[in-house]
């Protein structure tokens, strides 16, 4: 159980064009998605969280008119990167979660590796 | 801000070796996971722990969360190449946190043959 997937797993799109990324729940309604960036043996960036029909909330830094999410089902997200350069480029991962009592667990899907030419 | 300080950054071993790697903060959590992640993947998850003092076992692993829910460990009994990967350590602080995660640097180990 509690497997989540991405799509596309790599994708190379030419600067200046827009990439989307979706997150998928497969077998649990997710309350709440999280997206992050990850940079080669580095940890975690945690970009932006967001919930079923509600705006994300973005982590200071993060630009949310070139970071585009939308939460339209408890099993879908996707995040859109606009007008994509170079810096961009990077492996991006979603999660997802459901409340359980006392604690929350985060599954992540197999992320999805972007290269902006 | 709550952070997590994770250590040792890098690990390389020989296998059959133990090893331990750490999380510190000065905050409290809530409950307190224990990840791991090969290269081009996803996290994921190993443990949950979210009483104080409590210690889970997964096999070779065990996990211990302090008393005071600050702090977290990871033990490797006779380490196997299969082992290598990055881990990670993540903590929420509950409430209002609605779920979001802070991460440590994480460990990036290698077990040689």
Same mark, same amino acid.
């Given at each position: 159980g509690a497997v989540? !997937?991405?799509? =596309? %797993?790599?994708?190379?799109? $030419? !600067?200046?064009t827009s990439v989307k990324i979706e997150c998928r729940s497969l077998d649990f309604q997710a309350t709440t998605m999280f997206w992050y960036r990850q940079f080669p043996k580095k940890s975690l960036m945690l970009m932006a969280t967001s919930n079923e029909? %509600? $705006?994300?909330?973005y982590e200071q830094g993060v630009e949310k008119d070139k970071f585009l999410i939308n939460h339209a089902s408890l099993t879908l997200s996707t995040l859109t990167v606009t007008s994509a350069h170079p810096e961009d480029s990077s492996?991006?991962?979603? !999660?997802? !979660?459901?409340?359980? =009592?006392s604690s929350y667990e985060q599954y992540f899907g197999p992320g999805t590796r972007l290269t902006v030419t | 801000t709550q952070l997590l300080e994770q250590s040792p950054q890098f690990l390389?071993?020989? *296998?059959? *070796?133990?090893l331990t790697v750490y999380c510190n903060s000065s905050s409290v959590f809530s409950s307190l996971q224990w990840y791991r992640q090969e290269p081009g993947e996803g996290p994921v998850l190993l443990v949950t722990v979210v009483?104080?003092?409590?210690?889970k076992k997964l096999k070779r692993l065990t996990f211990q969360f302090g008393d005071a829910r600050k702090d977290s460990s990871l033990h490797i009994t006779a380490a196997q190449t299969g082992d290598t990967g990055l881990y990670l350590c993540a903590g929420n602080a509950g409430g209002t946190s609605y779920?979001?995660?802070t991460f440590g640097q994480g460990t990036i180990l290698t077990v040689h043959p």
């Open positions: 989540v !997937s991405q799509h =596309p %797993s790599r994708v190379i799109c $030419k !600067s200046g029909g %509600s $705006k994300a909330t492996f991006y991962i979603c !999660s997802a !979660s459901y409340d359980l =009592p | 390389s071993i020989q *296998e059959g *070796e133990n009483t104080g003092g409590e210690v779920g979001k995660l």
